[in-house]
């Protein structure tokens, strides 16, 4: 079956997304989209296309929810974080599931609406969680040992490869930036649970 996804928040994350979603098995339908950049949305629209898609083009998430929502079958929202709970919400109101990017909101009340939300519905909502909640990296943690040691290695010599001055980072855009950031992240957390293992990092 075929997944008939609308999609709120048309950015660069969400369009590389995109790009490897339509080449992915479960073969999604991006039925109809949204942004308050029609540049972005211009972008995704041509990524669908060229996957023989022909997704419709809406000038607000509202409108889109109102003309879409009994020819979807989810909702992916991309936009700035502020937005999130709003637009989770009134996608949840009108019987959608839900694929929401992380943070899933501002605060925990915003959270805790969306859960209501969820359950007045009886929908289900998927949020993309950091890579430090991973259980991948939680059985990491538990394990220690010298397969941490050298998985920590390894992160260590590409925080190495990546740590160019600031001044090539900004030369090559935030991208590189965000990459080292995440990797430092990762490799924070799990040398937080194994406290002394590795001095170096």
């Known amino acids: 079956m075929t997944l ?3 999609v709120i928040g048309c950015g660069l994350k969400a369009a590389s997304y995109a790009r490897a979603w339509v080449k992915s098995p479960l073969n999604p339908d991006f039925t109809a989209l949204t942004d308050t950049n029609q540049a972005s949305v211009d972008r995704y629209a041509e990524i669908v296309r060229q996957a023989g898609g022909t997704p419709r083009i809406y000038p607000t998430a509202e409108a889109l929810l ?3 929502a009994k020819n979807l079958d989810a909702v992916y ?3 700035p974080h502020a937005f999130h709970a709003g637009y989770a919400k009134a996608a949840l109101e009108q019987g959608l599931n839900l694929l929401l990017e992380k943070p899933m909101s501002l605060n925990a ?3 805790r ?3 209501e939300a969820r359950d007045r519905a ?3 909502v998927v949020v993309a969680y950091q890579a430090s909640l991973s259980p991948l990296l939680d059985r990491m943690r538990k394990r220690g ?3 941490i040691r050298r998985t920590a290695h390894c992160a260590r010599r590409s925080l190495g490869k990546l740590a160019g001055p600031l001044r090539n980072e900004l030369e ?3 991208g590189a930036l965000r990459r080292r950031l995440h990797l430092r992240h990762r490799v924070s957390f799990v040398k937080r649970g194994n406290a002394g293992l590795w001095p170096w990092v």
Do not use: D
Request: aromatic share 0%; no cysteine; hydrophobic share 40%.
């Open 66 to 68: 109102e003309a879409e």
């Open 172 to 174: 090559a855009g935030a």
């Open 109 to 111: 009340a915003e959270a």
């Open 145 to 147: 040992g010298r397969r």
């Open 122 to 124: 009886g929908r289900q």
């Open 113 to 115: 609406e969306i859960i």
């Open 4 to 6: 008939k996804i609308g």
């Open 77 to 79: 929202i991309s936009t």
